[in-house]
């Protein structure tokens, strides 16, 4: 069997952090991806959403072809059309002053926390705390596994860098007592992905954008996995009226080609002079092409109102198997093409449904053990959602 020597090779050689499963993936069309054996699976993860415009998508392959046909790559001492043009359109669409790319969404946030970290020095030298939530997931760099509100993701790996707080989620009160004028910024992920798929409740980013406000804290919202329309606003700070003074993306930004980006207000930018930052990569003309074609295609109305009709007709079918299923999913939380579903003493464990949906040609994602989480590419349909459906009703009634 080819994919056992693929199996084989990877067990010598690869380094083994990743739990993969048993598959091989070749190639890929709109909502659908392929194995080498050509068989056919319906694609609910899109690449832990990043494949926002699904596989193969023509604009974006001919855009990347024709990048790389005139050049992959120039340094950032030198300035290009598609960085230029992808950098209007992040300011334009965000409402903020300036853009920066790096290229992943841990890069995003590196960055995003050494700008605040330097403009709060430059109010105060002890302005250097960072609020960040529990069961949030912010990156594997080491700031940004700090930042991220999961002890596993840091034990083994002291000294971590200093100035990390954590709050709960969606508990204003707790925030109220550990914010002070020495907070240099809380960093919120504006709907928690990785931790279980959490949105705010009721008027709690409001209420952070006070608090920030009156001890002079900034704002840092991390959209890299809500962001690009998942929620059906192309920024999911959108959808709750509150603007962040930095939000960092990266997932869905270049539509599968690597790439972060954190945009913030001049304000902020003002934090950095030539040479406090950099990268040699990031925001290159190959990356940037890309991003321009999900810039050009995402933030359209119709577009994010076709993000909000099927997630709303998705929501509402999971709420159907919850009902369907009560003693195995006790809810369905989520906006848009962000939805989970938590199990509650499933039949069978979350990997064990993820691995049978495989079987039988549905890949879906479990988060945190116990919530399948759904971040599917955004142009899925209504009849594609009904495919994953009656695969999860076959597998939970099993
Ligand atoms: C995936 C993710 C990151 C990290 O992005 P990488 O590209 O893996 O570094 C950071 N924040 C959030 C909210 C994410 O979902």
Known sequence: MMEDKIFDTDAKNYLPVFKRYKIVLER???????????????????????????HNYPPLVKAIAEQASKVIHVSNLYYTQ?????????????????AFFGNSGAEAN?????????????????????????????GRTLATLTATGQPHYQEGLEPLPAGFDYVHFNDIDELAEKISDKTCAVMLETIQGEGGVYPPKNDYLKKVRELCDKHG?????DEIQSGIGRSGKFFAYEKYGVK????????????????????CTEKVAQAFKPGDHGTTFGGNPLAC?????????????????????????????????????????????????ILGAQLDKPKKSGVEIVNECMKRGAIINCTVGTVLRFIPPLIITNEQVDEVIN????????
């Open 289 to 337: 092409a890309a991003a321009n074609v999900v810039l050009d295609t995402i933030p359209d109305e119709k577009f994010l109102a076709h993000v909000e009709e099927v997630g709303k007709y998705f929501k509402d079918k999971l709420i159907g198997l919850q009902k369907k299923y009560p003693a195995q999913i006790s809810e369905i939380r989520g906006e848009g093409l």
């Open 244 to 263: 962040p003074d930095i939000v960092t993306l990266a997932k869905g930004l270049a539509g599968g080609v690597p790439i972060g980006a954190f945009i």
């Open 391 to 398: 695969i999860l009703d076959t597998v939970l009634g099993e």
């Open 110 to 138: 590196e960055g995003a926390i050494k700008i605040a970290r330097k403009f709060a020095k430059s109010i105060s030298a002890d302005k250097t705390q960072i609020i960040t939530a529990w069961n949030s997931f912010h």
């Open 217 to 221: 804290a900034l704002l840092i919202f």
């Open 28 to 54: 890929g069309e709109g909502a659908y991806l392929y194995d080498i054996n050509g068989k056919k699976y319906i694609d609910f993860l899109a690449g832990i959403a990043v494949n926002v415009l699904g």
């Open 82 to 98: 598609a960085q230029s043009d992808a950098a209007a359109k992040l300011v334009k669409l965000s409402g903020l002053d300036r």
